[in-house]
T-cell receptor, first 113, second 114 residues
Framework: SQQGEEDPQALSIQEGENATMNCSYKTSINNLQWYRQNSGRGLVHLIL?????REKHSGRLRVTLDTSKKSSSLLITASRAADTASYFCATGHGSSNTGKLIFGQGTTLQVKP | GAGVSQSPSNKVTEKGKDVELRCDPISGHTALYWYRQSLGQGLEFLIY????????KSGLPSDRFSAERTGGSVSTLTIQRTQQEDSAVYLC????????????FGPGTRLLVL
């Protein structure tokens, strides 16, 4: 079964607005990663946050992690039309430590120019 | 350096035929992963390699699926006697080492079984 559940499933905003996507998971993790996927092909890694971190920034991206609530959020500030894509959270697990990632179902973001 | 490459990019086959999908990871990456993404669904983990070894094959959907990796580099995912439900995008990723590391994905192979 999928570890991560993301919401919303779809998000449509105007260029310049901020976009927030949420991810919840069920079991303990080593890290949580966010990926972007364009046109149903390869995924692009955006950011990785480790289980002992609470917040991380990368350019216009801000990721938070709340291990007590088993949730994470991805904020894209000042969105652009080029940000239109599907965004997935993926969790790396603690017990097996294999690097295996379990992905959520994804959020489809549309940024209107 | 080059990223993860996969071939073919698209494959159309008839039900019952065998297919072989190839992944060439980033040079120096010891860990390699295969995932599958079916239409409208999230990514499903299939198998990972540390070097040439695949300790966990539990993610493979059936015994028609197998994978190998030779020389710690190229990996092939083989699907025997393909079924229509095997139609999906098969994604390969590699990372420097197992666990705690960013995975870099290839462009995927889109498989369509008629």
């Amino acid at each position: 079964s999928q570890q991560g559940e993301e919401d919303p499933q779809a998000l449509s905003i105007q260029e310049g607005e901020n976009a927030t996507m949420n991810c919840s998971y069920k079991t303990s993790i080593n890290n949580l990663q966010w990926y972007r996927q364009n046109s149903g092909r390869g995924l692009v890694h955006l950011i990785l946050i480790r289980s002992n971190e609470r917040e991380k920034h990368s350019g216009r991206l801000r990721v938070t992690l709340d291990t007590s609530k088993k949730s994470s959020s991805l904020l894209i500030t000042a969105s652009r039309a080029a940000d239109t894509a599907s965004y997935f959270c993926a969790t790396g697990h603690g017990s097996s430590n294999t690097g295996k990632l379990i992905f959520g179902q994804g959020t489809t973001l549309q940024v209107k120019p | 350096g080059a990223g993860v490459s996969q071939s073919p990019s698209n494959k159309v086959t008839e039900k019952g035929k065998d297919v072989e999908l190839r992944c060439d990871p980033i040079s120096g990456h010891t860990a390699l992963y295969w995932y599958r993404q079916s239409l409208g669904q999230g990514l499903e983990f299939l198998i990972y390699f540390q070097g040439n070894s695949a300790p966990d094959k539990s993610g493979l959907p059936s015994d028609r699926f197998s994978a190998e990796r030779t020389g710690g580099s190229v990996s092939t995912l083989t699907i025997q006697r393909t079924q229509q439900e095997d139609s999906a995008v098969y994604l390969c990723a590699s990372s420097l080492a197992l666990a705690r590391e960013t995975q870099y994905f290839g462009p995927g192979t889109r498989l369509l079984v008629l």
